[in-house]
């Protein structure tokens, strides 16, 4: 992300301490049974934990892996119900969309799907006591035209103590997760075995 984003909006959180050693892993727009169990079995691995920043409609179909993500110590975070972008949406309608995925999820962090939202709809978020999660290192795992080692490059290149990192458990995102992640953990988390 742009540092001239981070100037403009210091309240939301983009990265957390650069002098301590770690770094903190996300997951965006799941779960669903393709994909999201997959990483689960890998975090586990290699005893890493991360940050799952759920759509609130694919826990309303998939409960049982929602349920998993947290049993296994995992964090979660609201990502709207139908991954709405901020900047196409009036605010009302955003807030309710909001609203009733935190009917599923049961978390006070929230991150916007495209990281797209306005300053009204982030400071009504904030009223509410949502923290607003952004990142660092965006791995691209989602874009067709970004090749398996262009996405690990992302990574790898960008990463430094305290980024948030953001992964995507979608099918839309899988060729290059199911190559990217175990790469990422065994770099960075291979201690852990």
Known sequence: MPKVMRWMYPKRIWAFSRSEPKIYL????GPIPEVTPWVLDLLKEY???ATFFCIG??????????????????????????HLNGWKTNTSTYIEDVSKAAEYID????RPPYGRITSNQAKQLK???YRIIMWDVLSYDFEASVSE???LHNVLNNIENGSIVVFHDSVKAEKNLRYVLPKVLNIFFSNCI
């Open 127 to 129: 009223k509410k006591g």
């Open 57 to 82: 409609e694919n826990v309303q179909k998939h409960p049982e892996i929602y349920n998993r993500i947290i049993a296994e110590g995992h964090s979660v975070g609201n990502h709207t119900f139908h």
């Open 47 to 49: 005893n890493a934990k």
């Open 26 to 29: 996300t997951f965006d727009d």
């Open 107 to 110: 978390s006070k962090l929230f």
């Open 149 to 151: 080692e262009k996405c």
